[in-house]
């Protein structure tokens, strides 16, 4: 089926459609709110509402730009909303963390090195804020003007909260190196 | 050189791992409800069919009595509903005469001077204004009396079944024709439509402003005239709608009783009884009174008549009133009153005064 054509059906509601629609995007977008958040229920949590919000506001779609963009930004919008109604029961930082990442040096990492579970493990364990901030500026690309935007912060918070996090993925990648060397 | 940030998004690009299974249903299940309520062009015709009948029931329009088979009558109200003594006398048990024949039987079919209908002309309807609200049937009495308990046998309305205008939005290989069979009784028509498909709504309008609902009703009209009724038959699926037009001829009632002004009370003459059509009357009471209002006699035989004597005795000369509660078999019910006066032969010779 079309991508327009499996578009419109599901602006009609039909079931058929929905379900391929989520069978063809899912993984994407699942692999997208694994990075958002701490662990594997949450971002299921976090896939289930987006597409419940992708089907309900599929009508708002224009058809202009890519459908699998859209989708991507409901996902990590959906990741930005759920951090901001878990952000008064987890908030927590490592001050550890900090002392040791200042020290270290430019890393230079092989993508071939890590797999997607032991990255995945790296930003898992950040603070939120900071897997939120790292994700949508390294991955996504966003600026630091929309993040702040977006998460309700100060600019300096997020380029703040951004190179911390870089510190820290940095010197886990680096401790998991060392695993792997041995 | 690869800072962790490039790590990230060469690692993750395209990454799509596989969700689980059995996320798909939570979101297909509450997706359910929302697909019901979705706009579209394939169920949209439930939703008008729905928005009709609420409309319609919230116009006015009443449901017919399902439970009644008896076509084109209307409940009778009971006489003893509509009669009340003028001053009962507690405890006090008028004298009856002995019945001179006939009973009062419950019947379930009705009897109609009006056996044919005449052809009606869709531009002479009588147009009366809005009438009664959809009459309900019942059981009514017919009187049957022993000397001529054969003679309104032959006078039942038969039902008709006519050709009729017809305009149809249908789709003529659907097979989906539909009658209207009526039938009528002094100014009740029953009323129903006659299709093989099962699955149609149906609304009624009986020509004189009333409504209907369902696929057999009965109303009860004002005025006796032509009526021009309209049937519109629909499926609930909105896939068929079909309008029929049926004249009716409701001939309304001609009967009528009379009673005498005058009678000599004795047991060997003419009665105080009424004349006229009491083979027609399926509900009878009369009760006279005297000048205190008391009751002296009553009776619910139409052929059992006042001799002039209370308590085995003559009454005594004067003036007594009278009151009879009627239903005829068309339904219509009417009472009379009036005075009678009560003389006394003596020596041949009638006397009024003491």
Same mark, same amino acid.
């Not at chain 1, 063809?24 to 594997?40: A, E, H, N, T, V």
């Not at chain 1, 071939?112 to 897997?131: A, I, K, M, Q, W």
């Not at chain 2, 204004?129 to 003679?151: K, L």
């Given at each position: 089926?079309?991508?327009?054509?499996?578009?419109?059906?599901?602006?009609?509601?039909?079931?058929?459609?929905?379900?391929?629609?989520?069978?063809?995007?899912?993984?994407?977008?699942?692999?997208?709110?694994?990075?958002?958040?701490?662990?594997?229920?949450?971002?299921?949590?976090?896939?289930?509402?987006?597409?419940?919000?992708?089907?309900?506001?599929?009508?708002?779609?224009?058809?202009?730009?890519?459908?699998?963009?859209?989708?991507?930004?409901?996902?990590?919008?959906?990741?930005?909303?759920?951090?901001?109604?878990?952000?008064?029961?987890?908030?927590?930082?490592?001050?550890?963390?900090?002392?040791?990442?200042?020290?270290?040096?430019?890393?230079?990492?092989?993508?071939?090195?890590?797999?997607?579970?032991?990255?995945?493990?790296?930003?898992?364990?950040?603070?939120?804020?900071?897997?939120?901030?790292?994700?949508?500026?390294?991955?996504?690309?966003?600026?630091?003007?929309?993040?702040?935007?977006?998460?309700?912060?100060?600019?300096?918070?997020?380029?703040?909260?951004?190179?911390?996090?870089?510190?820290?993925?940095?010197?886990?990648?680096?401790?998991?190196?060392?695993?792997?060397?041995? | 050189?690869?800072?962790?940030?490039?790590?990230?998004?060469?690692?993750?690009?395209?990454?799509?791992?596989?969700?689980?299974?059995?996320?798909?249903?939570?979101?297909?299940?509450?997706?359910?409800?929302?697909?019901?309520?979705?706009?579209?062009?394939?169920?949209?015709?439930?939703?008008?069919?729905?928005?009709?009948?609420?409309?319609?029931?919230?116009?006015?329009?009443?449901?017919?009595?399902?439970?009644?088979? +008896?076509?084109?009558? *209307?409940?009778?109200?009971?006489?003893?509903?509509?009669?009340?003594?003028?001053?009962? %006398?507690?405890?006090?048990?008028?004298?009856?005469?002995?019945?001179?024949?006939?009973? +009062?039987?419950?019947?379930?079919?009705?009897?109609?001077?009006?056996?044919?209908?005449?052809?009606?002309?869709?531009?002479?309807?009588?147009?009366?204004?809005?009438?009664?609200?959809?009459?309900?049937?019942?059981?009514?009495?017919?009187?049957?009396?022993?000397?001529?308990?054969?003679?309104?046998?032959?006078?039942?309305?038969?039902?008709?079944?006519?050709?009729?205008?017809?305009?149809?939005?249908?789709?003529?290989?659907?097979?989906?024709?539909?009658?209207?069979?009526?039938?009528?009784?002094?100014?009740?028509?029953?009323?129903?439509?006659?299709?093989? /498909?099962?699955?149609?709504?149906?609304?009624?309008?009986?020509?004189?402003?009333?409504?209907? %609902?369902?696929?057999?009703?009965?109303?009860?009209?004002?005025?006796?005239?032509?009526?021009?009724?309209?049937?519109?038959?629909?499926?609930?699926?909105?896939?068929?709608?079909?309008?029929?037009?049926?004249?009716?001829?409701?001939?309304?009632?001609?009967?009528?009783?009379?009673?005498?002004?005058?009678?000599?009370?004795?047991?060997?003459?003419? *009665?105080?009884?009424?004349?006229? /059509?009491?083979?027609?009357?399926?509900?009878?009471?009369?009760?006279?009174?005297?000048?205190?209002?008391?009751? %002296?006699?009553?009776?619910?035989?139409?052929?059992?008549?006042?001799?002039?004597?209370?308590?085995?005795?003559?009454?005594?000369?004067?003036?007594?009133?009278?009151?009879?509660?009627?239903?005829?078999?068309?339904?219509?019910?009417?009472?009379?009153?009036?005075? +009678?006066?009560?003389?006394?032969?003596?020596?041949?010779?009638?006397?009024?005064?003491?």
């Amino acid at each position: 089926m079309e991508e327009l054509e499996l578009i419109k059906k599901c602006r009609e509601g039909n079931r058929k459609a929905q379900c391929e629609l989520y069978r063809k995007y899912s993984p994407l977008l699942f692999g997208i709110c694994l990075r958002y958040s701490s662990s594997r229920e949450a971002a299921e949590d976090i896939l289930q509402e987006s597409f419940l919000k992708i089907f309900a506001s599929i009508d708002g779609y224009e058809g202009t730009g890519s459908f699998e963009g859209w989708m991507r930004r409901i996902a990590v919008n959906t990741a930005i909303t759920c951090y901001h109604q878990n952000l008064k029961h987890e908030h927590h930082e490592d001050v550890d963390d900090y002392a040791q990442t200042i020290a270290s040096q430019e890393p230079n990492f092989d993508s071939l090195e890590f797999t997607h579970e032991e990255l995945l493990g790296v930003v898992n364990s950040l603070p939120d804020g900071y897997r939120m901030v790292f994700n949508m500026f390294a991955v996504e690309g966003f600026k630091h003007r929309e993040i702040a935007e977006m998460l309700n912060i100060d600019i300096n918070t997020s380029k703040t909260q951004f190179m911390r996090a870089r510190m820290i993925v940095m010197r886990r990648l680096e401790e998991l190196k060392k695993t792997h060397g041995k | 050189m690869t800072t962790p940030e490039d790590l990230y998004r060469e690692k993750f690009s395209g990454y799509s791992p596989e969700p689980p299974q059995e996320l798909w249903n939570g979101i297909d299940r509450r997706l359910s409800w929302r697909r019901f309520f979705t706009f579209n062009p394939r169920t949209i015709n439930i939703y008008y069919a729905a928005a009709a009948l609420g409309a319609a029931a919230y116009l006015g329009y009443q449901l017919p009595d399902k439970h009644s088979d +008896i076509p084109g009558i *209307a409940a009778p109200m009971e006489v003893a509903d509509v009669y009340e003594p003028i001053n009962p %006398v507690a405890g006090h048990t008028p004298t009856h005469a002995t019945p001179l024949s006939g009973t +009062i039987t419950p019947i379930r079919e009705f009897h109609d001077e009006t056996s044919t209908r005449a052809e009606a002309d869709s531009d002479n309807h009588a147009h009366s204004g809005p009438t009664a609200s959809t009459s309900q049937s019942g059981i009514i009495a017919e009187h049957q009396p022993d000397d001529s308990a054969n003679s309104t046998a032959d006078r039942q309305e038969p039902i008709r079944e006519n050709s009729n205008t017809r305009e149809s939005l249908s789709d003529p290989k659907k097979n989906k024709d539909i009658k209207v069979r009526w039938g009528s009784q002094g100014f009740a028509a029953a009323l129903e439509a006659e299709t093989e /498909n099962g699955d149609l709504s149906y609304l009624w309008d009986l020509g004189d402003g009333g409504k209907a %609902v369902g696929k057999k009703v009965s109303h009860r009209y004002a005025k006796p005239g032509d009526y021009r009724v309209r049937l519109v038959a629909f499926s609930a699926a909105g896939n068929f709608s079909d309008t029929v037009y049926q004249d009716i001829t409701i001939k309304g009632t001609t009967y009528s009783i009379t009673f005498p002004n005058a009678l000599v009370a004795t047991t060997s003459a003419a *009665a105080f009884a009424p004349k006229g /059509n009491i083979q027609e009357l399926t509900k009878y009471r009369l009760t006279v009174y005297n000048r205190n209002g008391m009751e %002296v006699f009553s009776t619910t035989d139409p052929l059992q008549g006042w001799h002039g004597y209370y308590h085995g005795d003559r009454v005594p000369k004067g003036v007594y009133a009278y009151r009879a509660a009627c239903q005829f078999l068309n339904g219509e019910q009417t009472s009379y009153s009036g005075s +009678i006066t009560i003389f006394w032969e003596e020596n041949n010779n009638l006397i009024i005064h003491p």
